[in-house]
């Protein structure tokens, strides 16, 4: 996907390119892991029996990494929870703990320096896995670390005394850890065995051959911090190691992956566990210009995939260091498009100032109902034209569309449009402000909000919405989970957002602007 224009909807980055001009490219590689689970997770095992299953896992890293270093991969990353596996207690996950030294503390190579703290075998090979095949090496393991119980009663220690965290770690190409992060957001529901940090970790490292990257987990990206953070603060290359399973229609893995690219302005390296009983599928490689990206269909057989693709570097820090110019790359999986920013904001970043809150601006359609989608009552309209204009309103917050209907085949399918403003509150709470365009699952309106992930209709269609947020996500995802890239997106200086698309490669399952009321959260 190459842009004429690139711009970041929720940065308001206005015309800063005329075409990206980055100064050099890299390759980068990421694994979606066809875990093997044990398949008691809550009986504890011992330490000998935890290391000899996370090997099993390890073995097929290696394979992959040497895979990865074949097609010239510099940076390999795998998923979240690939090593150890799912659904332990607090109690059941001890044998498969690792104390991890902090690499801002202290210098330690694993590989040619195994002696030097016990109970680390895991962190060893992964040391030797970077080292033999001359990578950067991210994956996620179980961390054990004290805490200041009994000298500090006061703090949020745990009763016993220990801190239990859901880590990335990161090796250079010569064995040394150079990175450890805590995930701060934890899906409470399925990671009882792990303890929130006490305060959010913004952590970065840096490599010879792409300058800066940032790290998250999961379910951090769905969150201010670190993840908003770490754009903030300049951060242009993110590693993603996931078990996200399918949300559709609005949080598919590959879908949001590629709308947090894309209002980011950012390279995402996302590493998806496969597992298909939670459902869990969908990696990618994503610029602000490419996805290369892979996501399994139902039935498909239960197996892993190496993803590998040169990118840009975006570091502006490095780019400005290496002093050569070059083309942004174009992968496959791609279409043309132009992005537009009406906005008076040249800045590369432009988080102050927020458009003026939502106001009621059109009156809805009549004909609305309400149905849930991923929990939370949307009000919605049906299409039941060829060719229309509607608009619907969830209290004050309106979105309208037009759109123009090519039905295939003489299929039954519905389509609904919807809005939603409020606080989302199914296992975790986030405030929203949603439009969306979907496929219901039926041909009954209750059915309207359910995954669905085949369509055979396809759409022309401008989307928009006004939104009380600069933090907006757009996506449009075609049958059998194929990522569509928007014609057109436009962010007005009122907040009103803009996206247009046509001449859809499939039928339409979602069409989507995504916007997250981070500042909201805790009210």
């Given at each position: 996907m190459f842009w004429a224009v690139v711009v970041s909807l929720f940065l308001m980055?206005?015309?800063?390119?005329?075409?990206?001009?980055?100064?050099?490219?890299?390759?980068?590689?990421?694994?979606?892991?066809?875990?093997?689970?044990?398949?008691?997770?809550?009986?504890?095992?011992?330490?000998?029996?935890?290391?000899?299953?996370?090997?099993?896992?390890l073995d097929i890293y290696e394979e992959q990494a040497a895979r990865a270093a074949q097609q010239g991969a510099q940076i390999l990353v795998f998923p979240e929870d690939g090593i150890h596996g799912l659904e332990f207690t607090r109690s059941s996950i001890s044998g498969y703990l690792?104390?991890?030294?902090?690499?801002?503390?202290?210098?330690?190579?694993?590989?040619?320096?195994?002696?030097?703290?016990?109970?680390?075998?895991v962190l060893q090979r992964l040391s030797c896995m970077a080292r033999r095949y001359n990578l950067y090496v991210v994956a996620n393991m179980p961390d054990l670390q004290p805490c200041p119980l009994k000298t500090d009663p006061s703090s949020s220690c745990p009763p016993d005394g220990r801190w239990q965290f859901n880590t990335n770690v990161v090796f250079s190409s010569d064995g040394l850890l150079v990175a450890r992060y805590h995930k701060y957001n934890l899906y409470q529901k399925y990671e009882k065995a792990f303890n929130k940090p006490p305060q959010p970790e913004i952590i970065t490292f840096d490599t010879p051959f792409a300058g800066r990257f940032g790290l998250i987990i999961c379910f951090d990206m769905l969150f201010h911090d670190p993840t908003i953070a770490l754009v903030e603060m300049g951060v242009r290359q993110l590693i993603f190691p996931t078990a996200w399973?399918?949300?559709?229609?609005?949080?598919?893995?590959?879908?949001h992956q590629r709308a947090f690219s894309l209002a980011a302005n950012v390279t995402?390296?996302?590493?998806?566990?496969?597992?298909?009983?939670?459902?869990?599928?969908?990696?990618?490689?994503?610029?602000?210009f490419s996805a290369t990206y892979y996501h399994a269909q139902k039935g498909e057989p239960e197996e892993g995939r190496l993803l590998v693709a040169r990118v840009p570097v975006l570091d502006p820090l490095w780019v400005g260091r290496s002093g050569t110019t070059g083309e942004g790359v174009v992968s496959s999986q791609s279409?043309?498009?132009?992005?537009?920013?009406?906005?008076n904001c040249h800045q590369e970043s432009c988080f102050?100032?927020?458009?003026?809150?939502?106001?009621?601006?059109?009156p809805p359609s009549s004909a609305t109902f309400v149905s849930s989608m991923l929990g939370d009552p949307f009000t919605f309209v049906l299409l039941n034209k060829t060719e229309d204009e509607v608009n619907v309103c969830n209290g004050t917050f309106c979105c309208h569309l037009q759109y123009r209907r090519f039905p295939q085949g003489g299929s039954e399918e519905i389509y609904a449009f919807g809005a939603f403003a409020g606080t989302h509150t199914l296992d975790a709470r986030w405030a929203l402000q949603v439009c969306a365009l979907v496929r219901c699952a039926g041909l009954d309106i209750s059915s309207c909000g359910q995954g669905v992930e085949e369509a055979e209709s396809e759409m022309d269609f401008t989307l928009e919405g006004k939104f009380g947020t600069r933090y907006v996500y757009p996506s449009v995802l075609a049958s059998k989970l194929v990522l569509e890239q928007p014609e057109h997106l436009e962010r007005a200086a009122d907040g009103t957002v803009t996206m247009r698309h046509s001449n859809m490669t499939g039928g339409l399952l979602t069409a989507c602007l995504f916007g997250r009321m981070y500042h909201l959260d805790n009210e």
């Open positions: 980055s206005a015309v800063v390119h005329t075409g990206p001009v980055m100064t050099s490219s890299y390759v980068a590689a990421v694994y979606e892991h066809n875990i093997i689970l044990n398949p008691e997770p809550h009986v504890p095992l011992s330490r000998p029996e935890a290391l000899q299953h996370m090997q099993q896992n690792e104390t991890i030294p902090d690499p801002q503390q202290e210098s330690w190579n694993p590989c040619t320096e195994p002696g030097k703290y016990n109970n680390t075998e399973p399918s949300a559709l229609p609005l949080l598919g893995s590959v879908q995402l390296l996302a590493a998806n566990l496969r597992n298909s009983r939670r459902d869990m599928r969908g990696s990618g490689i994503y610029t602000p279409t043309s498009s132009t992005l537009k920013d009406s906005g102050d100032s927020p458009p003026p809150e939502t106001a009621p601006s059109v």
